[in-house]
């Protein structure tokens, strides 16, 4: 049960209805989850953030800025830094086999 009433949660459940894992349950996409976790501020939902953009590819990074852009362009900076963080943490993003 998700019990927050923000403005982008009915495009994340919809989203989630076409992004599903192998056992064939809906997935939040990598954006949204990354803008609830820093929605939500707690320290180690900044560190999994960093660990998640650190391995992302520029498409996925692209989604995430792009969903900031709309719903939190306030946080674009503090976005950025944390894709920074994440990037010299884990190194450059590999390609997928």
Do not use: H
């Not at 953009?53 to 362009?73: I, M, N």
């Amino acid at each position: 049960m998700v019990e927050m009433a923000e403005p982008w949660l009915p495009g994340a459940f919809e989203e989630a209805q076409q992004n599903r894992d192998c056992q064939g349950l809906p997935v939040l996409p990598l954006a949204y989850l990354v803008l609830m976790k820093f929605q939500a501020g707690r320290v180690y939902d900044l560190v999994d953030i960093t660990r998640m953009l650190g391995q992302a590819g520029e498409r996925a990074l692209d989604d995430v800025r792009q969903l900031f852009a709309r719903y939190s362009p306030e946080e674009q900076e503090d976005l950025d830094s944390l894709i920074q963080l994440g990037r010299m943490k884990m190194g450059p993003p590999q390609p997928l086999r």
